[in-house]
Each structure stands twice: as C-alpha cells, then as structure tokens.
C-alpha cells in the first residue's frame, strides 16, 4: 500500500458512540482514496478495492447500505460492499447478506472461522474487516482494513465523521479499542 507521508500523519482524537456519529471534530479525509496497488490482491480483494473506491467517491447516504433503514450503519457498510464484491456474509439471526449490529457481525466473523483476535498478532491486510469494542475513539464499531504501515492502521468505512464514508489513520495500539480482524480471502 503505498500512501503519503501526509495522509498517513493525518490522524486525530475523535470520540464515537458505536457506529452512530462522531462528537468531536474530526481531521478531514484525504481528497482522493489512497493508492493501493491491485498486485498480489486476491480476486476479493481486487473486487472489494473497486468497490470501496467507487463508494468513497460516491459518498452516498447511509441508508443506502441498511436498505432504508435509519440505524447506525457501520456494519450495514461492510456488508454491502462484501454483497457487492460478490462474497456477501450471511446474518446468524435472518440468514439475508445483511448484518446491521457489529457484534452480530463479529459473531459472523467466528463462525465462519474467519476471525483473528488482535492477540493473535496477526498482522492486518488490505481488505480485513476491524472489529472495535467500546472502548477506543471508535466505540463500537466496524470497518475495513487499507492497510498498516508503520504501526498506523489505515481504514476505510461508514459512519465514522462528516462525510458518509471516512478513510482514517489511527495508531495501531490499545487506544484503539481493536478487537481482531476478520479475513475473507
């Protein structure tokens, strides 16, 4: 993954209650998506890539992805853009590509033998879907990896700051609130 010195030192403080808004100013998101290089992608992961290009650019609203639904919807995010890459996740609780909550979500993510605690250190690819507890800036929350370079933790997803879809940059520590990460090849 390569990104600029500048995007990646853009980080900030933010205070988030789950995946419902954020409450403190944010920096802003880059002007244009990181460049990731496709080269050594998965067909997943090269599918997913366009996917999360087209809908930063896009910056549609939330209920785009919860079907209408005004909720918190973070992992409505996730769960679309996987529909969309063409490997949609499957809802325990309705069985539909769906999954609104984040810890129903994680629980997905177990079931299906795809999940990596953060204390496995294992390290995040591009792709990854993050899991958050309650207690980091993001609350409880969900979103995808971009990648990790220099212990910062780049990510893409919904709900997070002013604009519907937000590229962050976070320290890759325990201030992060980290559960795991789930790995769809």
């Not at 209408?68 to 969309?84: I, R």
Request: hydrophobic share 40%; aromatic share 8%; glycine share 12%.
């Amino acid at each position: 993954m390569v990104l600029s010195r500048r995007s990646v030192l853009a980080t900030s403080v933010v205070t988030l209650t789950g995946c419902s808004g954020l409450t403190a100013s944010p920096a802003p998101s880059p002007a244009a998506f990181p460049s990731i290089a496709a080269a050594g992608l998965s067909a997943h992961q090269r599918a997913l890539l366009g996917v999360l290009r087209t809908e930063f650019a896009a910056q549609p609203p939330g209920t785009k992805y919860s079907e209408g639904v005004e909720e918190a919807w973070c992992a409505d995010f996730v769960s679309w853009c996987e529909k969309t890459a063409g490997s949609p996740l499957k809802n325990p609780n309705g069985g539909g590509w769906r999954i609104p909550g984040t810890m129903t979500l994680l629980d997905h993510l177990r079931a299906t033998g795809v999940w990596h605690p953060l204390s496995t250190n294992r390290r995040p690819v591009f792709g990854d879907i993050a899991i958050y507890d309650g207690n980091g800036p993001f609350g409880q929350h969900t979103n995808f990896v971009l990648g990790v370079e220099q212990r910062v933790l780049t990510t893409i997803g919904g709900n997070e700051r002013a604009a519907p879809i937000t590229v962050s940059h976070h320290p890759l520590d325990a201030s992060l609130g980290l559960l795991g990460f789930g790995h769809r090849p």
